[in-house]
């Protein structure tokens, strides 16, 4: 089936700790993203990848690293200076910027 | 910078009814619009978009109507089903480019049998 995977679907991360949370696509798509959601929150991007090897900060990048060595694939690493990562993370993808973005099925994480 | 927001942030209805959906844009240069659908702990699902140069678009059981005018996006919900109970949310985007869209906070949609 195409589409975009997400893993684990559930995470708990010890403070200090960093954790990767993995986002595979078999969509062909060019561009990638990750947002972050919170209970009654909408959407916050974190990081965008409009092509290999090249990625883009988005509004909350802080605590957090990506990396786009395949097209495939934009795994997020939550990291210890993430002071607040409990959250809703969705991965997304879209055949470019400005057309529709599909998402993942999300991953929880939680700090423990 | 600019926002996309929702007036209502829960809606209750009873199945059957028709439900409306609402989303006030702020960047009057946006062209193409998106209504996703959330269920509880799952990722955002694609329902139904809209292009600037149309007023209304149908698809099953859900129509978007779009007035550029005042900057006004809504979701029509026909004959709402239990089923339809989530998160509704939009975004609003230019075609082409690099420009990266923003979503709306959401409304919950809670459709009572």
């Known amino acids: 089936d195409g589409g975009i995977t997400q893993s684990p679907k559930y995470l708990f991360r010890k403070e200090g700790q960093n954790v990767t949370l993995s986002c595979e696509q078999n969509l062909n798509h060019d561009a990638m993203y990750w947002y972050r959601q919170d209970p009654g929150q909408g959407l916050r991007l974190i990081y965008y990848s409009q092509i290999v090897n090249d990625f883009q900060k988005g509004d909350i990048a802080e605590g957090y690293s990506v990396s786009r060595e395949k097209k495939e694939s934009f795994p997020l690493t939550v990291t210890s200076a993430q002071k607040n990562p409990t959250a809703f993370y969705l991965c997304a993808s879209s055949p470019g910027a400005g057309n529709t973005i599909y998402f993942g099925e999300g991953s929880w994480l939680t700090v423990v | 910078g600019e926002s996309v927001g929702l007036h209502l942030p829960t809606l209750s209805v009873q199945e059957g009814d028709n439900s409306i959906i609402n989303c006030a844009y702020s960047?009057?240069?946006?062209?193409?619009f998106i209504w996703y659908k959330q269920e509880s702990g799952k990722g955002p699902q694609f329902i139904i978009d809209?292009?600037?140069?149309?007023d209304k678009r149908q698809g099953q059981r859900v129509t978007v109507l779009l007035n550029k005018t005042v900057k006004h996006l809504s979701l029509q919900i026909a004959a709402t089903q239990p089923g339809d109970s989530a998160v509704y949310f939009c975004a609003e985007n230019m075609a082409g480019g690099s420009y990266i869209p923003t979503f709306g906070r959401g409304t919950s949609l809670i459709v009572h049998p």
């Open positions: 809209i292009r600037s140069n149309m």
């Open positions: 960047n009057s240069a946006s062209d193409y």
